[in-house]
């Protein structure tokens, strides 16, 4: 779809009009840039696949429905300010209109130009290639939400977490609007326990894989698209919210969803009387480079395995 519409040129674009701060967020995604797995056109282009794929699995009502929530959630209402950096969802552009008709026709939904569901798809595709997008959630994934009385639930867009965290609302926050971080990225915490060290997160760079282990299995913490890859990272127990205290790792922006205001709308908000104690965000620049060390290690491990059993047969 990238391709055959060029939205990558569309989003190039797009950009040329953007503000500075903008600009940089686009050019260069912030929580992937001391990665050098990848080059900067790789990230720009997997930010805009993560835009697209991400909401073709929230599904088509959802798709129809963020263009008006984003604009709420962005222009001014009742008084309160709007998002400095404008008003997204509000427009529809022509250049659009052709991967708007497609990817209604992917949900197998066949409409006119003329049609109302076409023209909202239109303002969808054009938040997605609109750079300022990336300024509330550069790394789309999608938080699934059991809304009840919604058949197949809700979703919010939200960032990766770690294998050990759950995303949370405190209550007094879940009124902000969607530009602002109402979610917090919390994990089960003992107060008696000792202070945490750094290196407990870090795994062995030493460390070779077994034949039947992956990278992950072998490293305590790793980001949460890798849970439930292998049998050893088997996916997390639901959030049990009986426990009273919790450790913050960071504030998180979510949006996407529809309104709520409580658990009974489906919308992930702390219960009431739980202790919240502060953290600071796992140092994944330094997990990302111990993971690459236990792959290379275990990489030329294994060549020196193969090779030394090769010469043996000969």
Same mark, same amino acid.
């Given at each position: ?73 962005? %222009? *001014? ?8 950096? $404008? /008003?997204?969802?509000?427009?529809? &552009? #022509? @250049?659009? %209109? *052709? ?8 949900? $197998? /939904?066949?409409?006119?130009?003329? &049609? #109302? @569901? ?197």
């Amino acid at each position: 779809m990238i391709d055959r519409f060029r939205l990558d040129e569309l989003a190039v674009d797009f950009v040329a009009n953007a503000d500075k701060d903008t600009k940089r967020v686009r050019s260069v995604n912030e929580a992937s840039k001391n990665n050098d797995l990848y080059t900067r056109s790789d990230l720009e282009r997997y930010t805009l696949q993560a835009w697209i794929a991400t909401p073709i699995d929230c599904g088509l009502d959802w798709i129809l429905r963020f263009p008006d929530s984003l604009k709420e959630g962005t %222009e *001014e209402k009742d008084g309160k300010g709007a998002w400095d950096k $404008g /008003v997204l969802g509000a427009i529809a &552009d #022509e @250049r659009l %209109e *052709e991967a708007a008709t497609w990817l209604l026709g992917y949900f $197998g /939904v066949q409409v006119d130009h003329g &049609d #109302e @569901r076409h023209k909202t798809m239109t303002r969808f595709l054009t938040c997605v290639v609109d750079p300022r997008l990336l300024l509330l959630q550069g790394m789309a994934r999608r938080l699934p939400l059991a809304a009840p009385g919604i058949p197949g639930g809700d979703s919010l867009i939200a960032s990766p977490v770690s294998n050990r965290s759950y995303f949370a609302v405190p209550s007094a926050l879940a009124h902000l609007p969607p530009w602002k971080k109402r979610a917090w990225v919390i994990e089960p915490f003992d107060p008696d326990a000792p202070p945490e060290q750094a290196s407990d997160h870090l795994g062995d760079p030493n460390t070779i894989q077994k034949d039947d282990e992956l990278t992950i299995d072998v490293i305590p913490v790793y980001t949460s698209d890798m849970v439930g890859i292998s049998k050893k990272s088997a996916r997390r127990e639901p959030r049990n919210d009986e426990r009273g205290t919790w450790r913050m790792r960071r504030q998180e922006i979510v949006f996407g969803s529809r309104p709520w205001t409580g658990p009974e709308s489906g919308a992930p908000v702390l219960l009431k009387r739980q202790r919240v104690y502060g953290g600071v965000d796992y140092d994944w620049p330094a997990m990302l480079k111990v993971m690459q060390a236990i792959m290379a290690g275990t990489k030329a491990s294994r060549e020196r395995r193969a090779a030394g059993k090769e010469a043996a047969e000969n």
